[in-house]
């Protein structure tokens, strides 16, 4: 899908970039419906990429692309998949290795639960366990068949970054895993490669993702990497105040059609739930103020979604 031409010579890009190991809920396509409006009030390209390194669901990338046209969502360009960008990432991890800032680790993931915190780190960050290890003490986990998983070696225990909706932030930063066990990159290394690589300088995403986010943006620092604008936006979740998911009920499009909405009627809810009356994102568009975003997250009641009869 494609916009104006005159708008993909504007510098700098906004994206979505989903998961695709199932259908998107609601929650999603307000999350993608506000990357696009960040992105298309400021005049930038708005980009789609697929982020399937990890969880993938046979045809689930298809069907979360199709839903989102079916909004009325557009994109410029092709839609990237991070399957195809391996030597990207490869590219990264060499240079970092090549300054000293990469080791191996082969602690599994129950030991690094049970591993005490190191003194100096934040609450749940890794404790350095393989940071000084020994060429010989290498050399026997490699012997053990142990998978090593490749983790920088980070100078610093937290790092500020300015959030659109949430201000100054400051959170943890740790010796965070850059290539894993079974050889693929992590993704806070993949999303700061092809969020450089792609011109993305506009980040919008959930605000469950925020404490990640100084880790990225340490990260991009340390490969030279220009540090994107933020903006984490709420989150929707259910009545009892967890994340929204299929146990919820019909809350994907899929559902919301088959129980008689119209494509339509969907986005008058999403526009709803962020202060807005609206059936699309074009008419969105013209109303859109970042100021007046709700902060709290969107609890998504069964019996508060629009009944099949309703209108737009």
């Known amino acids: 899908m494609h916009t104006d031409p005159a708008q993909q010579s504007t510098a700098g890009a906004g ?4 998961s695709p190991s199932g259908d998107l809920h609601l929650g999603n396509l307000r ?17 789609m990429r697929i982020e399937d390194l990890d969880r ?15 909004i009325g969502l557009d994109w410029d360009g092709p839609v990237v998949r991070q399957s195809e960008r391996l030597p990207r990432y490869t590219a990264a991890i060499d ?10 680790c082969f602690c599994t993931r129950r030991e690094i639960q049970q591993a005490a915190t190191a ?3 934040p609450m749940g960050a890794y404790p350095g366990t393989c940071r000084t290890l020994t060429a010989e003490a290498r050399a026997r986990h490699l012997a053990d068949g142990r998978p090593a998983a490749l983790r920088l070696r980070a100078d610093t225990t937290d790092f500020e970054i300015i959030d659109e909706l949430h201000g100054r932030y400051r959170g943890a930063v740790d010796d965070l895993v850059l290539r894993r066990g079974d050889g693929l990159p992590a993704y806070n290394l993949a999303v700061v490669v092809d969020d450089a690589a792609q011109g993305v300088d506009q980040v919008v995403r959930g605000d469950d993702l925020l404490p990640s986010t100084p880790r990225q943006a340490y990260l991009a620092t340390l490969l030279g990497l220009p ?7 709420p989150l929707a979740l259910n009545p009892a105040g ?17 129980l008689g909405n119209t494509p339509e009627q969907v986005m008058a809810v999403l526009a709803d739930s962020l202060g807005y009356i609206a059936s699309s994102p074009a008419q969105l568009l013209h109303q859109f103020d970042p100021a ?5 997250p969107w609890i998504v009641r069964e019996n508060g979604l629009l009944r099949p009869d309703a209108g737009p």
């Open 15 to 18: 994206r979505y970039a989903p």
């Open 31 to 47: 999350t993608a419906v506000l990357a696009w409006l960040f992105a298309r009030s400021t005049g930038r390209r708005f980009l």
């Open 56 to 70: 993938v669901r046979p045809g689930a990338a298809e069907r979360q692309l199709a839903d989102l046209a079916a």
């Open 95 to 104: 240079q970092l290795t090549a300054a000293g800032r990469t080791y191996e």
């Open 119 to 121: 003194p100096h780190g």
């Open 227 to 233: 540090v994107p604008h933020y903006a984490h936006v």
């Open 242 to 258: 967890q994340r929204l998911a299929k146990r919820d009920g019909a809350v994907t499009l899929a559902d919301r059609l088959a």
């Open 292 to 296: 007046r975003l709700p902060r709290e």
